[in-house]
């Protein structure tokens, strides 16, 4: 790989299909402006906006320097070579599944990259590199392609401090690493040309973080954690659309980053498909509500449960926040997490294979992201036909953070006696030693809260687990009683629960739980109209009883009366 200097007076510069054409001043150039942040990009603007007179780097091989100074017979040019990575690094290198996060064995540590040496006292205004872009295979995990990205953010990194600003140019058909180069800093855009003028110490920061996932930025064992710098505006996001079956989550998740200690703006995005009686308790929990319209997934079936999740790209539009950090509403959080509000776009716990995991991730808002997160909707393809998959298409260069940060209630079916007994101790903790925990499965406001109901469903066995259920359980008696209201249970999901008891009892499933009582006030307790669940289950399978709505109340809650000696009889069975 080789990088050139160039310096040119006086000159225009436009870059079209791979090669670079020069013309004088009078020539114009059809750079258009992004439209993020335009308005601060102005007062850096020269009188031309398409005017080079400084030193510039650019992206051509070593044989190309007699080239360029034939074009430009003023200018000085001079070639620097970067090694290309050693053939044993890959993507997977980098981005491995698993990592010894606890260090028991051994200290992750990531490969190393050939570092550019570039010659001193020589200082340009413009890094340029020209891309691969091979859309034939994975190119946004290609490391070559992430390699030179790296060294031409080093080059210009080096010059932190200088009074003249150095931009970055990038010639390739693909987009570039949206986190590394953010979007908000991109001065100009015309075709295969990208150009960038980037904050040098945000890229040098950036810099000094592990080259992939391979290690973590701050190690789990750190005794001191980093944290936000006073002036940067923060929050914690969440997002609830189509239904209302969340808001008890959302509640009991703002409280618990409440009781771990947070001040932090709670901001929450809805639709209009949540009602002014659910939006109330967000509000009364804390929640700032902004309201949003959904984004459709196009490749999403009608009425599927992931057609609406690109919403979640509504994030990048809350450029009032300088960084939030995005939660799932099916978590808790059991200690402060604030010190992420630190770390850069995106961080996030590792997934599987390459991937990271989005129910808690670091996000720097951008309209500028937003607009190319849109820009793509048709092309890019979701491993997950979710919202996940598609971001981590884009969003390829992450960090990662310790998975204790957002532990997934989850048992692998491989798990050994052992791993199982070490995940129960974590649930359990008291204090707590998880930083989030993440409940998958059946949700534990869908439960009763006598057990895990995720016991009584086969295919939901591996979320199942009652002590991670009572800490949740645990969190919302702190809450007040004005909140708890909202966790109540409709009627069509008692006769649920019903349902699958009665499946585990004909299964004589060996754990036992569908012969527990159920104590559960809630099971007792209706604020709709029709209170009789029982009913249901006379033509259950009929008709989707497990609809995700949850109307308000049509009246206030009360307890539900057992009408006849068969219905008092099926209540008891429970």
């Known amino acids: 790989m080789a990088v050139q200097t160039v310096k040119v007076k006086d000159k225009i510069i436009g870059i079209n299909a791979g ?13 258009q402006h992004s439209s993020d942040d335009t308005s601060k990009r102005r007062s850096h603007r020269t009188k031309d906006s398409n005017e080079v007179e400084k030193p510039i780097t650019l992206p051509c091989l070593e044989r190309k320097i007699k080239h360029w100074q034939q074009i430009l017979p003023s200018a000085e040019a001079k070639a620097l070579n970067v090694k290309h990575a050693d053939s044993s690094i890959t993507w997977e290198t980098l981005y491995p599944e698993w990592i010894d996060e606890e260090e028991e064995s051994e200290v992750p540590v990531c490969p190393s990259l050939p570092v550019p040496k570039f010659p001193k006292h020589t200082k340009p205004d413009i890094v340029a590199v020209k891309l691969p872009c091979n859309r034939s295979r994975e190119w946004m995990r290609d490391v070559a392609r992430l390699h030179l990205q790296l060294s031409a953010a080093k080059i210009a990194a080096n010059f932190l401090g200088s009074q003249q600003p150095v931009h970055v140019l990038f010639v390739t058909e693909c987009f570039p690493i949206p ?8 001065v100009m855009r015309n075709g295969n040309t990208w150009l960038y003028k980037p904050e040098l110490r945000t890229l040098k920061e950036k810099l000094q973080l592990p080259v992939g996932s391979c290690e973590l930025p701050v190690p789990l064992k750190a005794k001191e954690r980093p944290q936000p710098e ?3 505006r923060v929050a914690y996001v969440t997002i609830l659309h189509s239904a209302n079956m969340y808001v ?10 409440r009781q771990a200690g947070s001040t932090r703006d709670l901001v929450i995005l809805v639709d209009d498909s949540i009602s002014e009686y659910h939006r109330g308790g967000l509000e009364a929990a804390g929640w700032k509500i902004r309201t949003i319209q959904r984004i459709r997934n196009p490749k999403a079936e009608r009425d599927a449960y992931n057609e609406w999740n690109y919403s979640k790209f509504r994030l990048w539009q809350l450029t009032d926040y300088d960084k939030i950090i995005f939660i799932d509403a099916d978590l808790l959080v059991l200690r402060d997490i604030d010190f992420l509000f630190s770390m850069p776009e995106i961080s996030a716990i590792g997934n599987n294979a390459t991937l990271f995991n989005s129910g808690v991730m670091v996000v720097e808002p951008s309209n500028c992201t937003f607009e190319l997160l849109m820009e793509h909707i048709n092309e890019i393809q979701s491993y997950n036909g979710g919202d996940q998959g598609y971001l981590n298409e884009i969003f390829t260069w992450w960090h990662r953070i310790p998975k204790h940060m957002n532990f997934l209630k989850h048992f692998w079916v491989g798990d050994e006696e052992e791993k199982k007994q070490m995940k129960t101790r974590l649930f359990g903790a008291d204090p707590p030693i998880l930083y989030v925990l ?3 499965g059946n949700k534990p406001w869908l439960c009763f809260r006598d057990y895990d109901c995720n016991w009584n469903n086969e295919i939901l066995l591996e979320f199942a687990s009652d002590v991670a259920h009572t800490r949740w359980w645990k969190v919302h008696d702190a809450m007040p009683r004005g909140l708890q209201k909202f966790c109540l249970l ?10 699958d008891r009665r499946q585990a009892e004909k299964a004589n499933f060996k754990d036992g739980h569908w012969k527990r009582k159920i104590k559960d006030p809630r099971l007792k307790t209706c604020f709709e109209e029709d209170c009789h669940w029982k009913s249901m289950l006379l033509h259950w399978g009929e008709t989707n009883w497990t609809d995700s709505g949850s109307p308000p109340p049509k009246h ?4 539900a009366e057992s009408k006849t000696k068969a219905s008092k009889k099926a209540l008891h069975s429970l």
């Open 438 to 440: 993440h409940y998958l």
């Open 179 to 186: 986190n590394l180069f953010m979007c908000k800093e991109r």
């Open 556 to 559: 206030k809650a009360h307890k």
């Open 19 to 31: 090669r670079m054409n020069v013309s004088g001043t009078s020539t114009q150039t059809s750079l």
């Open 490 to 499: 409709r009627t069509k999901q008692k006769a649920a629960l019903e349902w």
């Open 230 to 232: 006073p002036s940067q």
């Open 248 to 257: 008890c989550g959302a509640i009991t998740a703002a409280q618990s980053i």
